[in-house]
């Protein structure tokens, strides 16, 4: 698909002007092949490269091949740049500065945990060999490659902090410079890291995304897991087409290969043989972020309880494989990419939450190890054991469909006061576009007010997180000033404006804590001058009065309380400060006519 006559050719780059090529005068390469071998390979599948040793890597490849290039991006927290490495098939026309390529883009992003190293070792080998033999490489696409996306963490290397892990002798570690996991930081981007990936996936607007990952909950036979976009979640012709040709193609070539894989045994300390649930990836993980942009995603999880060397090679595997189902899809993945965008509009329902379907599953045929509980010599109680010796092949019940659990009415606009500079700066960054006023607006605005939400105990990523977050509506005339943001719906990002804007969706800027200074009432009264004051107000509003004497009469303990009644009359007030609980992020559903920009 030539960018020319595609949805790409309609991609903003403005906003990424850092992105610049790092291109020298390509030569034929010097090297033997030997020679352009990996640190993983020298030393026989036990070590991962460090971070400086990958970018000169890449560096040098790209140097020498005319179908690599590498670019830098935005700076990290780290204080280094943000790295991608492109190949393209022969002949491709070089990209040009702060121009992505003309093919369409498989974005494959490596490190997010620097501990989990397989995908930074089996990428280099797999662009090395493409560069050595195009032959092996796509055709119909570029593929474009993070080497290391956690760099703070990958230059915190250690040789302890996965316990479970089986190698390789040192890795880096899973928090970033600011000790951050970037894998729940898409959404909040806290993290420089994250504002610079959000410019870089924009920039690239990729069909299809793998994030590397290695992780353990149970003990079972496969070297390779899938975690694969939730389907339903997905939806339209591009979560159908995920389900019912791409996972399973993917399966089947990679069993083809000696390469057995199955869905992320998502368990923790309990044998899978009685079944499992799909993992649902919310939009603060890499690929339920890539999902709001109707991108086919996928984690490989490879087990960490294998030797590093099988764990590198099943990752090259899949890699490999991957790309190939691409090419042979390409026109499916193409037109379910193009078709989902044009899947949700203005005024259509959305749905915003979902819930696994537990009287839904499917049989899928396990490589397990028999699960034994046995008395624990350090604790004393029962404790899980997996017998190596007993391995099992069976059937298990699979369970991979999920409901929406609510929606919403998809407005035309959001209006947002040109205040909240840190969701305005997200949204930017993600190049939705919003439209400045030049003079003030006042029209009907569909407008909540927060009437309960739960927050978390214990800190989350830096967060107290909201949850079951439930709003009221109501109509009102509102007023925006010049200088505040209408952002229109319907746009590249639609699904992403609203799962943010969207108090009770999960991973909204509301549940991330963006505008909790509504939670809080900053003008208050003092009883012994409010008292008189609400028995007047009583005295010349019947109604009120009525209302009031029949909540004493059914909540017995509001009864008991005054200062509770107090601040009841007072919430119900001329003197109630409307700001309090009312979400500054107004819901336009009709059309508005703006002047000259």
């Not at 690929?287 to 060397?309: A, P, R």
């Not at 569909?446 to 109501?474: C, M, P, W």
Request: aromatic share 12%; proline share 6%; with cysteine.
């Amino acid at each position: 698909m030539h960018r020319n006559t595609s949805p790409f050719s309609l991609i903003i780059l403005s906003t990424f002007v850092a992105f610049i090529g790092l291109f020298t005068g390509c030569q034929s390469p010097t090297k033997s092949e030997n020679e352009w071998r990996t640190v993983f390979e020298i030393s026989q599948g036990k070590e991962t490269g460090t971070y400086p040793e990958v970018i000169q890597y890449y560096q040098e490849l790209c140097d020498h091949f005319d179908n690599l290039s590498i670019h830098q991006g935005d700076t990290t927290d780290s204080g280094r740049p943000l790295h991608v490495v492109i190949y393209q098939p022969a002949g491709s026309p070089k990209i040009e500065q702060n121009k992505p390529p003309d093919l369409p883009v498989i974005l494959i992003n490596n490190g997010i945990h620097p501990g989990e190293s397989d995908g930074i070792d089996a990428s280099m080998m797999l662009l090395r060999d493409w560069a050595l033999n195009p032959e092996k490489g796509p055709q119909n696409f570029a593929v474009a490659i993070i080497p290391v996306y956690n760099i703070g963490g990958a230059l915190n290397r250690n040789s302890f902090s996965r316990t479970n892990q089986n190698g390789p002798r040192a890795y880096g570690f899973r928090g970033n410079a600011q000790n951050y996991d970037l894998n729940r930081d898409f959404i909040k981007a806290d993290t420089r890291n994250a504002l610079a990936f959000s410019q870089l996936f924009q920039w690239l607007r990729p069909l299809a995304f793998v994030d590397t990952h290695v992780s353990n909950g149970a003990d079972y036979q496969y070297v390779l897991t899938h975690l694969m976009t939730q389907h339903d979640k997905l939806s339209g012709a591009q979560g159908k087409f995920l389900q019912n040709q791409f996972t399973p193609a993917l399966e089947q070539a990679l069993a083809a290969q000696s390469w057995p894989i199955t869905p992320y045994v998502n368990v923790f300390n309990r044998s899978p043989e009685t079944g499992f649930e799909q993992f649902i990836d919310h939009p603060r993980y890499s690929t339920g972020y890539t999902t709001l942009f109707n991108t086919l995603g996928m984690m490989v999880e490879t087990h960490m309880l294998k030797d590093y060397k099988s764990r590198v090679e099943g990752t090259y595997a899949l890699l490999q494989t991957f790309t190939e189902l691409c090419e042979q899809y390409h026109l499916e993945l193409e037109q379910g990419y193009v078709a989902n965008q044009n899947l949700y509009h203005p005024l259509d329902k959305y749905p915003l939450n979902w819930r696994i379907d537990t009287t839904q599953s499917r049989p899928i045929e396990f490589l397990g190890y028999a699960a034994e509980y046995l008395p624990s010599a350090l604790t004393g109680q029962n404790r899980l054991k997996y017998n190596r010796t007993a391995p099992y092949k069976k059937n298990i019940p699979y369970f991979d469909t999920y409901r929406p659990t609510d929606s919403v009415i998809i407005p035309r606009y959001y209006g947002i006061p040109r205040t909240y500079h840190r969701v305005i700066e997200r949204l930017k960054s993600n190049q939705i576009k919003l439209v400045e006023l030049k003079q003030e607006l006042i029209t009907e605005a569909e407008v909540y007010h927060i009437q309960d939400f739960k927050t978390r105990t214990s800190a989350y990523e830096g967060h107290y997180l909201h949850y079951n977050t439930q709003v009221s509506t109501s109509l009102e005339r509102i007023g925006l000033s010049a200088g505040d943001y209408l952002i229109p719906v319907d746009q590249f990002g639609l699904r992403y404006i609203l799962e943010t804007l969207e108090p009770q969706a999960i991973d909204s800027f509301f549940n991330w804590n963006f505008f909790d200074t509504i939670l809080q009432q900053k003008e208050g009264f003092s009883p012994y001058v409010w008292e008189d004051l609400a028995l007047e107000i009583l005295k010349s509003n019947p109604e009120l009065k009525a209302e009031f004497e029949a909540y004493k009469s059914k909540h017995s303990d509001f009864a008991q309380n005054a200062y509770a009644q107090l601040d009841w009359l007072h919430k119900r007030s001329v003197h109630y400060e409307k700001e309090h609980l009312r979400y500054p992020v107004v819901r336009l559903l009709g059309e508005v006519v703006l002047g000259e920009d």
